[in-house]
């Protein structure tokens, strides 16, 4: 889904993409509570402040980290997503694979808010947007890159 706010397009998450990253990132289907997953995945939209891509990454992954509508794997899904609707958006991610469990912690433990975590490693892309970004293909292309990452976020 895109909407288009003062000539500036942002792409968006929608509640399906996070099922399907749960998926990818637990290996199962799990059961989840709908009314959270939703609001979980409502946090990226920036309600008054919808061309702030950085402050809408931070809301949604300290959000849904917080609010965690599936059984399992939800540090690791809001991870993924957060760092997908970066990229969508023309954001490249500088965080070592090695580093990112912590970074994760950091926020999930309140010790950072998601929006200074996600200003120390978001950096505006040279690439133009694409118009119709390959979310499952970003997404896969971060689950191999944070794979240990993923398996380490256990909740």
């Not at 706010?5 to 059961?31: A, F, R």
């Not at 118009?131 to 293909?137: A, G, V």
């Amino acid at each position: 889904m895109t909407i288009e706010v003062s000539k500036k397009m942002v792409h968006y998450l929608t509640v399906q993409d996070v099922l399907w990253i749960n998926q990818e990132v637990t290996k199962e289907s799990l059961p989840f509570k709908y009314a959270q997953l939703e609001e979980g995945t409502n946090f990226q939209y920036g309600y008054g402040q919808s061309e702030n891509v950085l402050l809408q990454a931070g809301q949604f992954i300290q959000g849904f980290i917080r609010l965690r509508p599936f059984a399992s794997g939800n540090r690791a899904t809001a991870f993924i997503s957060a760092l997908a609707f970066l990229r969508i958006n023309g954001y490249e991610i500088e965080l070592d694979p090695e580093n990112a469990k912590s970074w994760v912690m950091e926020i999930a433990d309140r010790k950072v808010s998601g929006k200074d975590a996600i200003a120390k490693i978001a950096k505006r892309s040279e690439r133009p947007i694409d118009m119709n970004p390959p979310i499952r293909t970003i997404v896969k292309e971060l689950l191999e890159t944070y794979a240990d990452t993923i398996e380490n976020l256990r909740d």
